[in-house]
């Protein structure tokens, strides 16, 4: 942080504290200068803040302005007024207590601009939300309107505040601001019918002129141009360069919907404002007895009609004056000079009266319903010290003001916080100061003060005018050191003093008030009908108050009273505006303006009492409180006394015994650096102490819903368990049941049905027939596999195997083809043949049979080309055994429609005709030999033919039916008798034996053994 307060002085010095030569206003001035012309306009004494009016408008108000500065520590960053504004929000908002910002400088010095950045600042960095936004909108609206009204052009600023403000913002404990609330103090009404050359009437009037709406204006009986008016052309500027009023008017009229004013409000108000405008240019001529009489009947309808008040009776009390005597009302006529008077008179009266119930009715837009607590900020812009070449009652009000508040300022510094050193015991050199108080007193003391003179002679019976006040003050108070006149005055003073003048030595310096007019401007007059007049406006009906109180300089001190009491009653930081120049030029820097300027604000006293003294100061127990998480002895308790308890604190921190000083009840910290850094340390600690809380809640959150979730799962668990340990006694008790039946059922299963054995046997019942279904013989051939019935579905199973079959055999039926049904037939037929017959035919039921065992491919061309014509019907290879040597031959056997044929390769072997078949042999053994008997009536022919055929049954079968020879095969036992050639013959004998063999017997025989071994083999192949 110290490397940051260093860094930071880039021009000249950001904190006159650190000035090394603190008590030369030549140092002080200086280093304002180097600043100002850097546009560096704000400096620190403390925390109390300088501000130079730049004239020119800097790039230093930005929202990036104001987040830089939002929650930053005051010294962390270059001077400015949001550091000031965010440091008062804060404190605010930690310590929850009130506060106020004192807005110092004269007139010109910039003090309503610092009070619109603040509130602007405040706008921007509070918490915001609609209804939030709602007060924002309406508190940065509540000051054009205000300033429309209360503002005017003077020759020192063109944008004067001829008003003093009082402003409070309350924020609740979120630090949202909720409501306002203003207080305005002595308007300065004379400048409604009275404006020094150079200075303009109060803006509105010019903005309704410049800028009210073609209709409205009609309505007003208004022209648009200014020159019109008499009210608002004395100064002789009713156009200004910097001033647009048009544009201003518009923002005007926004702002007055914004705060919720209604149409016929707003309607009212111009009307009012317009009917003064009228009043100005009503005039008066003397009649024949010079009395006042009035002519300018246009001017007097519209202010009658604008203000709803009777001509009759506005044209009375312009032009007459109504005197009370004993029972009766005397109307008394005015002279022209009396009728002005009591028509500038009505005109300041309306004005004043207006802009209070302006005031009221912004109040109530501003007001905050809610009862809850709130902390409240204060801004306080009011009119700063005024000197001009003729000085009048309104001058002396706001240097009085000034005066009071330079009282305040002592109070609460200088004269309080010395007072506060010796109190506590610190040692200390005190800085010598000028207590105005003496000055305060010269004015407003009781009985002897100017103020009670000045009321005394207003109200005291007889002849009192400003020369008679003149003379009581110079009897009361002559001999006052402050106060001067003409005719108390030394020889050389007297040179610069009028007659009528007084001359005040305010704490500012010297002022010459002119005493003319300021009893009328105390009394405020309004003849006793003009007082009617008034009444008759809707707006002032209610404000009837006795005369005493009109007494305008006890009101203003009263209100005064008022003021300083709320301010005391808050913590108080200032801005001190300094005007550097007169000229309002940007760059300008008249030292001897600015050195008076510093002088009177008291800036070098301030900083005196600031450098000699601490920055920080706080009762032992706040400290304690706030800082005690810093150091382990102290936290969180500390059980002996709060000074013993800041003892070790600091000590613990590592505070250097310049830094600090033990007071009686306070400790006082001299450098704000030193503090910083406590506090930073408390912002980093504050988070490590939240954080701890925060876990120790979470843990204690979650240790809790732990425990009640453990406790919920243990009651789920123990009813689930309940339930599932009942559902399990339940299903036992039932499967007990279900065995004992079962078992019962099946003890009892072939007695006839009953209670104990119905459910047995339907089980039984449900078991076989589902068991049945699984396990169905897939075809008919297995219908042996059916599965065997328990006793009691016997013949449910007898049945239902018939008819299963039944159904099988239908869709086998269903399922064959004509050419498989053919092959069937055949089957059929070589059953018919050989069925019981011949010892292999059972092994060839279940080879199907072909069409063909050879392919008219593999059948020689020559062949086919001399046996095509017969269509062939069935080939088969054989072997051929030879008649006479029974040597076997390979040959092809062809059955075409009318032959068969015995092919050896290309060459047709034989050719026997069906019609000389005469029959077939075969054995009844398992030999595939077959013999083909035909008739050989020629020598030539060959015999009949000794075959071996794998397709034995296939072969014959096809062949009997090609030839239509079912009934010529023979099957026969031992022997077979052939021809070899007509008259010659042959024999095959067949036996069974170990292993087939095919050879020539002894006897000439062809001798065939066929093996049932043999057999089994080629059945499986
Ligand atoms: N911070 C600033 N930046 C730019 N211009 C400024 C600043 N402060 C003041 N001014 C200029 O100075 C003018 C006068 O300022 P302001 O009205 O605030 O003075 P004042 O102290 O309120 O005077 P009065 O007592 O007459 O009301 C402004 O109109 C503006 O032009
Ligand atoms: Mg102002």
Redesign the pocket.
Known sequence: MEASLTARDRVGIQDFVLLDNYTSESAFLDNLRKRSHENL?YTYIGTLLV?V??????DIYSKKQMDTYMGVNFFELPPHIYALADNVFRTMQSEYNNHFILIS??????????SK?ILQFYAVSCPSTKLLNNVRDRLLLSNPVLEAFG?AK?L??????RFGKYMDIQFDHQGGAVGGHILSYLLEKSRVVHQNHGERNFHIFYQLVEGGEEDLLRWLGLERNCQHYRYLVQGDCAKVS?INDKSDWKMVRKALSVIEFSESDIENLFAIIASVLHLGNVKFEADVRGYASLNNNQEMHWVSKLLGIPTQVLQQGLTHRKIEAKTEEVLSPFSVDHAVYARDALAKAIYGRTFNWLVNKINESLANKDSSRKTVIGLL?I??FEVFNVNSFEQFCINYCNEKLQQLFIQLTLKSEQEEYEMEGIEWEPVPYFNNKIICDLVEEKHRGIIALLDEECLRPGEATDLTLLEKMEEEIGGHPHFVTHKLADKKTRKTLERGDFRLLHYAGEVTYCVVGFLDKNNDLLYRNGKEVISFNFYCKKQVTPILSWLVVTQFKSSLVGLTEILMSKEPWYVR?IKPNEA?QPGRFDDVLVRHQVKYLGLMEHLRVRRAGFAYRRKYDIFLQRYKPLCPDTWPNWRGTAAEGVQRLIKHLGYKPDEYKMGRTKIFIRHPRTLFATEDAFQICKHRLATRIQAKYKGYRVKGDYLKQREAATKIENCWRGLMARKEREKRAWAVKVIKKFIKGFMTRNQPSCNDNSEYLAYVRTNYLTRLRDNLPRTVLEKDAWLTAPPILQEASQLLKKIYIRHMVKKYVRGITPHRKAQLLLKEQTSSMFKGKKENYPFSVCRPFVDTRIGETDISIKVLQMIRHEHIKYSVPVVKYDRNGFRPRLRQLIFTQEAAYLVEETKIKQRIDYSSLKGMSVSNLSDNFLILHVTCDDIKQKGDLVLQCDYLFEALTKLCVIANKQNYIKVVQGSVRFDIQPGREGFVDFKSGQESMVYRAKNGHLMVVSSTHFLCIDFKR
């Open positions: 306009i501000s009016n730049p004239y020119k408008e800097l400088g004269e007139s010109g010095a910039g003090k309503t601009e610092a950045k503002n003077t020192k600023n063109d944008n004067s505040s910097s812009d009119y700063g505006c309002k």
